[in-house]
């Protein structure tokens, strides 16, 4: 048995490229960035109005007394007018060029109409209500570097340069496999001594939020079968996420299967709880990556979190977040292990607050649904009411 931080060192040195591949627009969410963006015009793209009223010569509107003639109306989407006399006016749209020869827009609500004159009665600065050319950004700079992962801010910019395809990261093909005679599918009524299939469900949606689509696969406990089949997998998949099967039981053959299929085990159990027997290995010859949790559906989603998401990140180039929360009472850890304990974070005086939700322990699925992460525990240690702890968050927090 390996300490926790030992375990997720080898795993993050297991990381691994998978290449480029070009995507749509609409189904970039989520990836990650594989070209620099650069402003292919620049941003606004010419001087705009921001507001709905006349632009104006701000020289010429000083010496036309007060009534500004109207001489047309310019409007978002057509090309740039002339003001041809600088004592008069043009209607303005907001999103619309600014004419020629004017140089400040002034609202309606600052003017009074009548007939085909405008009178201003408010005090008017020049160059006020015009979104410059250029002001944001200047042609040809970057405005997603490389590596950028593409939420829905990066999808507008995207939009507004252009690129309806893109170069991004290749995510790995990922097979998510549950073993167990006891399981059943979600549609079918088990029987006394079974239980329906969670763990793939769990793994499936995980990934699903991360941008990653996989395919599920539920093995019996039979070591010929479990060969058969995880071979087949090994030439399909970059990525096998299994769960239960590792743990010292009659039946639990994931490991003897994965030594004679060649797989090159890099360690098997964790000094952590919940998680332990986790088993983590490589296929050489295929370049499939194995994470083998431990069956029990909080050791499963546990693991998946310390282990799996900081892998993906590193191997899409992305960095961690390190979280921490002040703990709201006092814990103590008096085992050997790393523990991960489910908490519920609050903000409170602007500060994360994690108070440990009590659970009946690893098999407890629907403590998960009551808890916003896992904070790390060292082992032997007794941590003080307030004292700063890391954080796994599980859910979306605030
Ligand atoms: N003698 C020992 N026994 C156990 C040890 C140990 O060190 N020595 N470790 C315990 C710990 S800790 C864990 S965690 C479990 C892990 O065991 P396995 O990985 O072999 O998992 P299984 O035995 O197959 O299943 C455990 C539990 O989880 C349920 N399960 C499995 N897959 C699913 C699924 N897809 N959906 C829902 N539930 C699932 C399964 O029915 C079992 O109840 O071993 C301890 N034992
Ligand atoms: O380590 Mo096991 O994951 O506690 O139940």
């Known amino acids: 048995m390996i300490p926790f931080e030992e375990a997720l060192n080898h795993v993050l040195e297991y990381c691994q490229d998978y290449g480029v591949e070009q995507v749509g627009l609409g189904e970039s969410l989520n990836r990650v960035l594989a070209e620099p963006i650069e402003a292919d015009r620049d941003f ?10 006349i632009a104006v010569n701000f020289k010429g509107m000083q010496l036309a007394e007060s009534h500004l003639k109207i001489q047309g109306i310019a409007q978002a989407g057509s090309s740039q007018i002339t003001l041809k006399d600088d004592a008069h006016c043009i209607e303005i749209m ?21 007939n085909d004159n405008f009178k201003v009665h ?17 042609k040809g700079e970057i405005l997603l570097p490389s590596g950028t992962r593409i939420t829905a801010s990066e999808i507008g910019v995207l939009a507004s340069v252009g690129k309806s395809n893109i170069q991004v990261k290749k995510l790995p093909e990922i097979g998510v496999v549950a073993t167990g005679n006891e399981l059943v599918e979600v549609n079918e009524k088990p029987l006394a001594h079974q239980i329906r299939k969670s763990n793939t469900y769990s793994l499936t949606g995980l990934l699903t939020d991360l941008g990653i689509l996989s395919e599920s696969y539920h093995f019996k406990d039979d070591a010929e ?9 090994l030439h ?12 010292k039981g009659k039946f639990d053959f994931l490991p003897e299967t994965f030594a004679k299929l060649g797989v090159e085990k890099v360690f098997h159990k964790v000094l952590q709880r919940p998680g332990k027997p986790f088993w983590f290995g490589k296929h050489v ?17 546990a693991n998946f979190h310390v282990y799996f998401i900081p892998w993906l990140n590193k191997t899409l180039g992305l960095s961690s977040a390190r979280i921490t929360v002040f703990l709201k009472e006092s ?34 699925l629907v403590g998960l649904t009551k808890i916003d992460g896992f904070v790390q525990l060292p082992s032997n240690t007794k941590l003080e009411k307030g004292t700063l702890v890391p954080l796994v968050p599980t859910k979306t927090i605030v």
């Open 331 to 364: 814990v103590e850890n008096t085992t050997g292990l790393t523990l991960f304990k489910g908490v519920r974070v609050q903000v409170i005086n602007g500060q994360f607050e994690a108070e440990v939700v009590q659970t009946t322990g690893s098999g407890d």
């Open 94 to 114: 907001t999103g619309a060029v600014l004419p020629e020869n004017s140089d400040t827009v002034i609202m309606y609500e600052h003017l009074e109409r009548s």
């Open 225 to 233: 079968s479990l060969k058969i089949e995880l071979e087949g997998l």
């Open 236 to 247: 399909k998949k970059d990525v096998l996420l299994l769960s239960g099967g590792v743990s």
């Open 44 to 53: 606004p793209p010419f001087d705009r109005s921001t507001k709905d009223g």
């Open 285 to 301: 010859k295929t370049n499939t990556l194995i994470f083998s949790f431990p069956g029990n559906p909080v050791s499963t989603f």
């Open 122 to 138: 408010k005090a008017v600065k020049k160059g006020q209500n015009i979104h410059s050319q250029a002001s944001d950004v200047a």
